[in-house]
């Protein structure tokens, strides 16, 4: 074991990005999963920095949170980032647009209102999704002419962040195409790019499965 530890729910949600990160980096860590009966104890520790889930431990005791930070944290460590600044920056706002959709499908999942979700969600799949997903597809077609990786030829935080979007949000976590993504040539390449980097094919096989 490295000696580091992600804390998160026995589900994907908010922690699976940083899983994916892990396995891509190659660095092993105790996947600690948190019985949600077990949640308002953990927040009344003051251990969740900002009181929410997820949160890592380092080697070295110290702890963070944001699943995005600790998502580019851990890619950093592992060699996963550009090493060029505006590069990185770029990495960071694929990333950022990505986790952007998942607080968005993440809303329509909890909205209360059934006839505003039915309306919320149509609107969603049918015109929000495809409009940036056509952006996705543009940036990724910028570089080697979309048959590599977002920023080129190695993986990044951009990759896991905007696979784990799909995957986990659009195709619940099997590793079959979602069907969005079938109207987008270089992104349905791209998403099985990702899926095949040997080292989160791994992962994505034996992790736990859940729902969310
Ligand atoms: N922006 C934060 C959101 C964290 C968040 O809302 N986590 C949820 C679980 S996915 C949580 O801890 N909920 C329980 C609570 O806030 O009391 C991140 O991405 O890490």
Sequence with gaps: ???????YFPIRGRGERTRLAFAAAKIDFEDTRLP???WAKEKASGRPPFGHLPYIVTPEGKILGQ????????????????????????ADSIGDEAMDL?????????E???KKK????????E???PDELKHFEAILKSRDGGNAFFLGEKLT?????????????????????????KKFPLLEKHYNRVLNVPELNAWITKRPKSEL
């Design 102 to 110: 998942v607080e968005a499908v993440i809303k329509l999942h909890f």
């Design 36 to 38: 949600f009966e077990e």
């Design 127 to 129: 015109t929000t999704l």
């Design 67 to 90: 699943s995005s930070s600790i998502t580019k944290y851990i890619c950093k460590k592992g060699g996963l980032c550009p090493a060029d600044s505006f590069d990185e920056a770029t």
């Design 118 to 125: 039915e309306e919320s969600t149509k609107k969603f799949f």
């Design 1 to 7: 074991m490295s000696g580091y530890k992600l804390v």
């Design 112 to 114: 209360k209102d059934e």
């Design 157 to 181: 935080s951009a990759d896991i962040l905007f696979f784990d979007f799909c995957n986990s949000f659009l195709s619940k976590g099997e590793p079959t195409v979602p069907e969005p993504l």
